[in-house]
Each structure stands twice: as C-alpha cells, then as structure tokens.
C-alpha cells in the first residue's frame, strides 16, 4: 500500500487506497478499478458452515447438531463473518467434529432420533454461480 485516504464515503462506507503489484500477465489495463479486500490479520481456523444449516429463533441464531445417539440438540450459535465461498464461519457454539443438520432443517426438533447421512457442506447455489467454492468443505448431517 502506497497510499490510504483519511476520509471515509459516507454514502459507500469505503477508503480510497492504492497499492503498487506486479502485473506480469498485462491483465489489468490503466483506468481500471477493482474491488479488493485486505486482510486485517492472519488467517483463523474456523468451523464453516451453509447458511442453509442456521435457523432462527427470535433473533438468536442456531444449528441442529445429531449427537452420537443420533439425537438432534439444538445449540446457539455465535456468528461469524461469511467467506469468499458462501460459507459461514461459527465463532461460538458448536466443536470440530459434530455433524451439523444441512437439509431438513425445518423438520428436525431437539430429542427427535434421525438416520443421518453425511453430506458434502456446499456454498450456497449463488457462490457458485459467481465462481467461487467448488466440492464443499467439512462434512455434514442431513
């Protein structure tokens, strides 16, 4: 970064910045602008889900996880910010490792016996139109 206004748009909520790279391929011409987004920090490791697994309920964001006797719980969850990809990341609420209910939501109840499936966690269908994601992350219950 060479240069960051002081000034934020008001009516866009942005900063101007400009950064110097190397363009080798000739991809981008003069005149262009691009929207970019700059890491605040390092990478985190974190629990991804579909948005199509978190349900509410008056405000409070949840998931139905199976337990190991195929019983769904319900757990409030803590959000966190949405990837490139479509996927949610969950900062509270939920540990590596528990299946997560990805279809079906709205018939599943906490203490219903379920017969899972594991399921490939996929971005939702808009992510995948605009080319990000590809074969899902994490794996999932249905």
């Known amino acids: 970064m060479d240069f960051l206004d002081n000034h934020v ?3 866009t ?5 400009r950064a110097v790279f190397a363009n080798t391929d000739r991809f981008l011409t003069p005149g262009l602008f691009v929207r970019v987004r700059v890491p605040l920090g390092d990478p985190r490791p ?3 889900v579909t948005e199509r697994a978190i349900g509410t ?3 409070n964001k949840f998931l139905y996880v199976v337990n190991d006797n195929d019983v769904v719980e319900y757990r409030a969850v803590e959000l966190g910010p949405q990837t ?3 996927l949610r990341a969950i900062s509270a609420g939920i540990r590596p ?3 997560v209910i990805v279809n079906g939501i709205q018939r599943a109840r906490p203490g219903l016996t379920v017969a899972p499936q594991d399921v490939a966690m996929q971005p939702p269908a ?8 590809g074969p899902g992350r994490p794996v999932a219950s249905s």
């Open 9 to 11: 748009d008001p009516s």
């Open 13 to 17: 909520g942005t900063i101007k910045a």
């Open 46 to 48: 974190s629990l991804l």
């Open 57 to 59: 309920d008056q405000g």
């Open 84 to 86: 490139d990809d479509g």
């Open 97 to 99: 490792g528990e299946r």
């Open 126 to 133: 808009t992510a995948r139109r605009r080319g990000a994601g």
